[in-house]
């Protein structure tokens, strides 16, 4: 048996805040896992150690790449569930919202291939017989600290994505405002990375920003989202007549 009003009924619910909230928390494990296989790997300021240390613990490191790579998947998925959170608060900022979050996935996803260079590089002899060995380990770490640097510039893609989404909550009715203003505050001292000195400088308040992240899919755990008044939230989203039609089998 099947039944017309489904549709309408789907289109009408949000997407369940705890599973939200799940997939967000999923992805803060990842991506701490990722960030655990690979510590102390990398020795900024001296390419033999980190020649020495990817050699030495390669299965670790591209161990790291691959959870990593989990990690940003996960937020691609939990970007389209965000997405249909906001919709009915207004559908061009929740695409907006969503765009930046794209393309700052996109942007790690293509940075971590700077991180995979190293290991490809170090581990292929002939390279070194051409090139020398310091030549070789140079290069492995000067594809590390531009991995850092594309991350850094992700980060401000994620900023736009944390002051649009502030602002959704700010004009949603089943978000607390302080939680809009939080995620807005943090998006602007995100956008330090756009000159790093800065954001060194200030990475206190940058830590403070970061937490953030963390109170919303908290909050839709322990609250969850009053379907009532998501359904009555200000929106340019047409609703979805309600279809009715004979069951038939």
Known sequence: MTNDNTFAIEASSPPSPRVIGVVWVLYFLTGA??????????????????????LTHAS???????????????????????????R????????????????????????ELLRLAPSVVLANPQLANAFGTHQVQASALLSVILYRSVFQISFVLFACFELVTGF????STFLPRWLGWWWMAAGI????????????????????????ELGLPVWLLVKGVDSSKWRTSGSDVPSVPEVRGTDSS
């Open 33 to 54: 896992l990722g960030a655990l296989l690979t510590r102390g790997i990398i020795v900024s300021t001296d390419a033999a150690s980190t020649a020495n240390n990817i």
């Open 60 to 86: 670790l490191y591209r161990a790291g790449f691959a959870v990593d790579l989990v990690a940003n998947l996960i937020y691609v998925a939990l970007t389209a569930l965000v997405f249909g959170l906001f």
């Open 88 to 111: 009915r608060v207004n559908l061009t900022l929740a695409l907006l919202a969503a765009f930046f979050s794209l393309v700052g996935c996109t942007v790690q996803i293509m940075g």
């Open 168 to 171: 959704l909550i700010l004009k």
């Open 189 to 212: 001292t995100w956008l330090t990375f756009l000159w790093q000195p800065l954001a060194t400088s200030i990475w206190p308040l940058l830590v403070a920003g970061g937490a953030a």
